[in-house]
C-alpha cells in the first residue's frame, strides 16, 4: 500500500475531481499557518448535485454514505487545488451535516463515508476527530455536506 495519496486514490479506483467553483461568496479553502480549513462540500460531480433530499425518507442510509463519501473526495480536490494532497499532514477534524428525516439517528454511520475514505487515503493521518450533525435542510437540498481542516507541512 502506497503513503502517496494521489497513488492511493488510483489503487482505491478513484479519480481526483477539479475543486468545485463557489456558487455563493466564499472559496472552497483557505489556509492560516498550517492548517487548511474546507468549506463545506456537497455530492456534486461533474457540475450536478447527485441527489436530493432527506436520509430517512427520499435517501437511503447506505446512498448518503456513499454521498459522503463523494463529498469527501470534493475536500480532497478543494485541498488539492489550494496547497496539494502531498502536503497534508494529517486530517484534523471532519463536520458532517445530513439532511434527515425525522427520527432519523444514523447521521455518524452516513458520515462514516466521508472518515473511512480519510483513512483509505492517508492511513492514520487520516483519522481524525468529527462531528456527525442531523438537520433540517442543507443547500439546494442535498442529503449531505462535509467540511474539513487539514495540517499541512
Do not use: W
Request: aromatic residues 4%.
Amino acid at each position: 500500500m502506497s503513503t502517496d495519496p494521489y497513488v492511493r486514490l488510483s489503487e482505491l479506483g478513484l479519480t481526483l475531481p477539479a475543486a468545485a467553483v463557489p456558487q455563493a461568496a466564499y472559496v472552497p479553502a483557505v489556509q492560516t499557518g498550517n492548517h487548511v480549513y474546507v468549506s463545506g462540500q456537497i455530492p456534486i460531480a461533474d457540475g450536478k448535485i447527485l441527489a436530493t433530499g432527506k436520509v430517512g425518507a427520499d435517501v437511503t442510509p447506505e446512498l448518503a454514505k456513499q454521498l459522503a463519501e463523494r463529498c469527501a473526495l470534493n475536500v480532497l480536490a478543494a485541498v488539492d487545488g489550494l496547497v496539494g494532497l502531498s502536503r497534508v499532514v494529517r486530517v484534523v477534524k471532519v463536520v458532517g451535516f445530513v439532511a434527515s428525516a425525522p427520527g432519523f439517528t444514523g447521521q455518524p454511520e452516513v458520515i462514516n463515508g466521508a472518515s473511512e475514505l480519510f483513512e483509505a487515503v492517508f492511513g492514520e493521518a487520516g483519522r481524525h476527530a468529527r462531528s456527525a450533525v442531523g438537520v433540517a435542510e442543507l443547500p439546494r437540498d442535498v442529503p449531505v455536506e462535509v467540511e474539513a481542516i487539514v495540517e499541512v507541512r
